[in-house]
């Protein structure tokens, strides 16, 4: 998937940026960026592509997303809907990998790390312990100005490399390009997509959406991501259904349709194939 280049400013008097950002929805370009991020979403709800990996998010998810890694985060359609009391927040740490110098990282000590950042590339959750304890740390970085917060940092960094805590997002690393036409174009589909995955969206529909005949869409489609269409889209779907299965506030047969599939068959098996389990079997495991 080719992405749009965003350009990240440091803070004054900081080799680094850190901010928390409150907002009334997450909701940017699919973009990628030279610098490393660590992104906290403190609060909120949505759909996150990372590489090409397509997952729910939601309030405490911690998330490493490496140099160039393109990404885009998009908050459920109820915060879109003007209430000023549903607000969205994240803690967010921008930082250069040169930060430490060209060859700090390749020292022996520093493998695990290096490892680590390698890995960042196709984004990475943490979870468990390690989360809690990196979730202090971003926090006290963002309060603190006196103190070496470089330091800080490599400690994260450290504490990272050295946990199993870790899953990787995506599959593969992405190409990415700085056509703003392309990235427009990329943008839509997956706003598009997003917004309305409830219901049908045929291949001519989303052509349309994407200025583009409907072989044009599907061969260029296939070319970005690796997936069709109807792939891409039954992954949203799943996702919400996992979300919905998760809230235990409707039978899994219900669930079905309020996802967007239009019988059991197909939820099924777009289910089975997304997740490695049935939605019975994934039901089991939170009700």
Known sequence: M??????????????????????????NKYHYHPEIELLLIEKGTGTQFVGDSIQRFQ?????????????????DNVYFQGDEDLKASALVIHFNPDLFGNSFFKLHENRFVLQLLEEARKGIRIQGETKKQIICRMNSILDNENENLVLHLYQILDLLSMSKEREILSMGILENSTSEK?????????????KHFKRKISIDEIAGIAHLSPLSFCRYFKTKTRKNYASFLNEIRVEYACK???????LVTQIC???????FTNFNKAFKKTTGKTPFQYAKEFN
């Open 182 to 194: 392309e990235t427009e174009r990329l943008n839509l589909i997956y706003n598009y997509s997003v």
């Open 244 to 250: 919905l299965i998760k809230e235990n506030q409707f």
């Open 59 to 75: 309030d405490g998810d911690l998330l490493l997303i490496g140099s160039n890694c393109p990404h885009y985060l998009r908050s």
């Open 257 to 263: 349709y309020e996802s967007g599939f239009n019988n």
């Open 2 to 27: 080719k992405a749009h280049l965003l350009k990240v400013s440091n803070q004054p008097l900081r080799s680094f940026s850190v901010r928390r950002d409150i907002v009334n929805y997450f909701f």
